[in-house]
């Protein structure tokens, strides 16, 4: 790899890759020439982790753009309504990725089997759309599960975590319990590797809420809270959809323009 690569041979995302040709960038020697490159949240990190990866020195100021972005504010149907009408207008095939609601009996069998009760405005979202289509857009690379698959996942989850031997306790960050795992967990949301987490945390750490949603992964103790509930965590995605944080491409059909 030298200052000729060009940056389709680079480990980028669709969306990073766009990214630089927006900004001009065709070769891996015009990236790292740039005095000053403006790119979305996600964008950046994955730069970040390249130039970390292969050793390449970025001398110039990587920023992360402003983009301004339509907010999604009130209980789960206020922002699913403001959340779906823009993606039914922008972005169609993301709204597609949403399942058909849940039944309340498909609800209530979950948890029986987890011995959990699910939060107010979660159970009120499955109410609308039974989760996400495998491998659609959500916040960090994850999908929303079914409900009838949440008592099976937490199970997984379980098992995965029981594969580490050293827990770094001082990675966890503020407000989550600094365990490896809490059986009061509720992974709704999966990875495509099958080892990054969305997760309801039922049982907080010192300053959380009840209901919050943690990102926990198997390769890392930094399990962090994203939302400080399920109705937060849909802004949340709202928001990373708007400004490029939320990988839209990856799950557009080929044939969707």
């Not at 050793?55 to 992360?64: C, K, M």
Request: some cysteine; charged content about 25%; hydrophobic content about 45%.
């Amino acid at each position: 790899m030298d200052a000729s690569t060009p940056i389709d041979d680079l480990d980028l995302s669709v969306a990073g890759l766009a990214a630089l040709r927006h900004a001009g960038i065709e070769s891996l020697g015009e990236l790292l020439a740039r005095p000053v490159l403006d790119v979305p949240r996600r964008v950046a990190h994955e730069l970040e982790l390249l130039f970390e990866d292969e050793g390449l020195v970025f001398a110039g100021e990587l920023r992360v753009a402003t983009i301004a972005t339509v907010p999604a504010t009130g209980d789960v149907d206020a922002r699913w309504a403001t959340i779906s009408a823009w993606l039914a207008e922008h972005q169609p095939h993301v709204l597609r990725d949403f399942r058909p609601p849940a039944t309340e009996a498909a609800i209530a069998d979950a948890e029986a089997r987890m011995g959990l009760s699910l939060p107010a405005d979660y159970r009120r979202f499955l109410a609308l759309h039974d989760g996400q289509q495998e491998c659609s857009a959500m916040v960090w690379t994850c999908s929303l599960h079914p409900v009838d698959a949440l008592a099976a996942a937490r199970q997984e989850q379980l098992g995965l975590a029981e594969e580490a031997t050293v827990f770094r306790a001082e990675e966890v960050g503020p407000g989550v319990r600094a365990v490896q795992y809490s059986p009061r967990w509720i992974p709704i949301g999966t990875s495509a590797r099958g080892r990054d987490f969305l997760s309801l945390d039922l049982d907080p750490g010192e300053g959380g809420t009840v209901g919050q949603v943690i990102l926990t992964a198997v390769d890392t103790d930094a399990h962090r809270v994203i939302a400080s509930s399920f109705t937060e965590l849909l802004s949340v995605f709202f928001e990373g959809v708007q400004n490029g944080d939320v990988d839209v491409e990856a799950s557009r059909p080929d044939d969707d323009g």
